[in-house]
């Protein structure tokens, strides 16, 4: 079903937007998991798959715009709300979205959300009236709300956030970054090293992008040609770059230490290399392990901390695709950033300093340890990587060449790292935030 039709189809429920309402609360102000927050609401609001696709549809509308919703909101209200008024906060910041970004019925964006803060038990019902005044508002003055929302994009990020990128690359390109926050980003393919791109591309109604994925736009990806058969999988195309920096690597034995759900212990299994896939969360190695059935690939998989892991195997290389603060995705994941911290990107960066300090003493002599993170915070890629690099004598870096990339040359370092900005205009509607460093054992 079109977003549009999802809209309108569960435009007239109340306990759908109590469920948006109820979700958006639980992951802003309680820093609850997207998934987890999303599937527990919508389960006991007993929601059937329509309405929950409501649901997500408004809640990622919600995230990736949160900030600038939020300051309009604020330009909207004379006093501003009290601090406890979370509800009505809530309410209005998803009703703005529904007015001014799903374009759902108006009626009915206004008279729900009213009678949801109506309905509510304790003070907040007593906010109802002006709940009704601002949409109504912002329901005849659409067009010009809508160009204030978007005129600052910057808006949409946490403010550190925003800082850390506006030291890192430039205010320019975080402004740019943060911009892509108002498009949907398409759905990219990974197909398996046997199966011909310019055939899937056909029938897929996909084009091959110069990196090798194909691109699309999205769609209920279970229905696609060739899913049930597993000849491909869904991965942003920045997310693919890693796992082909290895150069040909049949036959070998490559360690890919955090690897759950699979993207790339796929991509090097369908390369040919005999895959030791490890993770410590047992659950997400599960969904690996559905992925590798799917699509007929194999790997040895085994739960174990990936700062602790040993193996008698002889290991010719090693992929770590260490866990981070996933800034990079938050075209993807818009919740991400709004559940995380300045603290939580320096408890990671310690976290991957130690990983890739047991992931080097594991790599032999010769071999090739390729390093990524889907963040753009520089402490957890450049930084780390250079921090490395000084304390670690027998370590080079293997610098990455533009060729290797599909002749995309801005995603390369003057240092020869890989690093993605989902603004690069290189790429026809962008990537995810990528940094990737390969470095040799001498
Ligand atoms: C960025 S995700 C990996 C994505 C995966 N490489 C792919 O391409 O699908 C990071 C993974 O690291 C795992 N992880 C976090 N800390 C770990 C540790 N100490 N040891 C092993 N795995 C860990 C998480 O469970 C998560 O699955």
Redesign the pocket.
Known sequence: MSDQNTNKAAAGGLKVREAAVRALMAITLKKRPFDAALDTITDTANLNARDRAFVLNLLMLCLRRYGSLKALLASLLERGLPRNATWTEAALITGLAQILLMRTADYAAVNETVTLIKNLPGKENGFAGLVNAILRRASREQDELLVKLNATPGKDLPTWVFDNWTEAYGERTAIAIASTLQHTPSLDISLRADADPKEWAKKLDATILPTGSLRREVGDVTAFEGYDDGLWWV?DCA?AIP?TLFGDIKGKTVL????????????LASQGANVIS????AP??KR?SENLARTNLTADVVV??????RTVKKVDHI?L????S?TGTLRRNPDVIWTKTQADVDKLAN?QAR?LDHAFDLLPVGGTLVY???SLETQEGIEQIRSFLDHVTNAARLPITPDEVGGLATLITDDGDLLCLPSDPALEGGMDGFFAARIVKN
């Open positions: 991965q997310a796992a890919d230490l955090c690897s759950a759900p699979g993207g790339k212990t796929m991509q490890i993770d410590r969360s997400r190695l690996l174990s901390d990936a700062a602790k892991f992929l695709d260490a866990p981070c996933a976290l990983l990524c993170v889907c």
